[in-house]
């Protein structure tokens, strides 16, 4: 019995690795590339489809806020493939200062981020596999204040904008209160919360240091680091209501979440059918069941959830329709019809 339920064990330990490693097997070839950008190096990834063509369209990843690497752990790569089934190459690299690569991805502006990105689709203009008419951007959150920016530095052939952020003060209080309210504040809590809020937006509007923050924070920063503080000081005026007119005329796929606690969906809708909409190429879909990160709902509300998904059905996190509709409105952009899903 014991030598039985042994064999058992292993046979089922094998077929569960098994059915891992079968999902995590994505229907794209996968490189690692270095982009010379500022007398540094980007490390950066490149998937292409394996449909025999010698050269594709490149959809250009731009991360959102924090250290994420060229996969960002991996969970690029259901998109990427998604990309690789309607003939679209993906470009993703790892932000300054994370998996090994130089610099400080705190350091940067949203500028510096547009500029790095305009590097990057220089570099692959460049390579024979890249059919460079056939560019364009991919970003979430964070990204809305670049993507316009880089549309302004080089032509771009469509945007897909993913829960992208327009006002940077009015999202940060957007996302004080949904989360507040999410958490069954009491009206006590939410006044501290805002007042505190207020404190520190007097903080940024009279450029105070670090020091100075930690002082008026009763020396409690809160999580707050000295390069955080000075990473939000450069940026915390960011809007991209103006920068949005680079992108008139241009395919724009404005991925916006049910469920976003972070952006706030109604106001960045708005804003971009008051910019875009003249020019007839934005297509604004709703994802009901969606978080921020554009997971289903139901699934990142588990942390077991979200882990057993991650690891038997990678492409089962992301909310229903957000990958099929990534996919066609690529596939629209190639037969030259409308980009709507």
């Known amino acids: 019995m014991a030598v039985w339920s042994l064999v058992t064990a292993l046979a089922v330990t094998a077929g569960l690795v098994?059915?891992?490693?079968?999902?995590?097997?994505?229907?794209?070839?996968?490189?690692?590339?270095?982009?010379?950008h500022g007398g540094h190096t980007l490390n950066g990834v490149l998937t292409t489809?394996?449909?025999?063509?010698?050269?594709?369209?490149?959809?250009?990843?731009?991360?959102?806020?924090?250290?994420?690497?060229?996969t960002h752990d991996d969970g690029y790569k259901p998109l990427w493939e998604a990309n690789a089934e309607a003939g679209y190459a993906s470009l993703s690299w790892d932000k300054p200062g994370v998996a090994g690569a130089p610099g400080n991805w705190l350091d940067q502006s949203m500028d510096d981020r547009a500029d790095e990105t305009a590097a990057a689709i220089a570099?692959?203009?460049?390579?024979?596999?890249?059919?460079?008419?056939?560019?364009?951007?991919?970003?979430?959150?964070?990204?809305?204040?670049?993507?316009?920016?880089?549309a302004a530095k080089t032509p771009v052939s469509f945007v897909i904008a993913v829960s992208p952020a327009v006002?940077?003060?009015r999202q940060g209080r957007y996302n004080l209160l949904a989360e507040l309210r999410a958490d069954g504040a009491s009206a006590s809590r939410t006044s501290a919360a805002i007042a505190k809020s207020d404190a520190v937006r007097r903080l940024l509007e009279r450029r105070a240091t670090f020091e100075e923050y930690v002082k008026a924070t009763g020396g409690d920063p809160d999580g707050m680091t000295a390069d955080r503080w000075r990473f939000i000081s450069k940026n915390h005026t960011a809007?991209?209501?103006?920068?949005?007119?680079?992108?008139?005329?241009?395919?724009?796929?404005?991925?916006?979440?049910?469920?976003?606690?972070?952006?706030?969906?109604?106001?960045?809708?708005?804003?971009?059918?008051?910019?875009?909409?003249?020019?007839?190429?934005?297509?604004?879909?709703?994802?009901?069941?969606?978080?921020?990160?554009?997971?289903?709902?139901?699934?990142?509300?588990?942390?077991?959830?979200?882990?057993?998904?991650?690891?038997?059905?990678?492409?089962?996190?992301?909310?229903?329709g957000f990958l099929d509709g990534q996919r066609q409105f690529l596939k629209e952009l190639d037969r030259g019809g409308s980009a709507t899903p």
């Not at 098994?18 to 010379?36: C, F, K, N, P, T």
């Not at 059919?131 to 204040?145: N, V």
């Not at 804003?271 to 978080?291: I, N």
């Open 18 to 36: 098994g059915v891992v490693l079968w999902q995590h097997s994505y229907a794209m070839d996968e490189q690692r590339v270095s982009i010379r």
């Open 49 to 70: 489809p394996r449909d025999g063509r010698k050269r594709h369209g490149l959809v250009v990843y731009v991360h959102g806020d924090g250290p994420v690497d060229a």
């Open 123 to 150: 570099w692959a203009r460049a390579r024979p596999d890249i059919d460079g008419h056939r560019i364009g951007l991919w970003g979430a959150s964070q990204a809305g204040w670049v993507l316009p920016k880089v």
């Open 167 to 169: 006002d940077w003060l």
């Open 239 to 320: 809007n991209a209501t103006r920068d949005l007119h680079a992108l008139r005329g241009v395919p724009v796929l404005l991925a916006l979440a049910g469920h976003d606690l972070n952006v706030d969906t109604a106001e960045t809708e708005r804003v971009y059918r008051e910019v875009l909409d003249g020019g007839g190429a934005l297509t604004a879909k709703r994802f009901p069941d969606a978080t921020h990160s554009f997971l289903k709902r139901s699934v990142e509300r588990s942390d077991l959830k979200v882990t057993l998904t991650a690891l038997f059905s990678p492409r089962s996190l992301f909310a229903d």
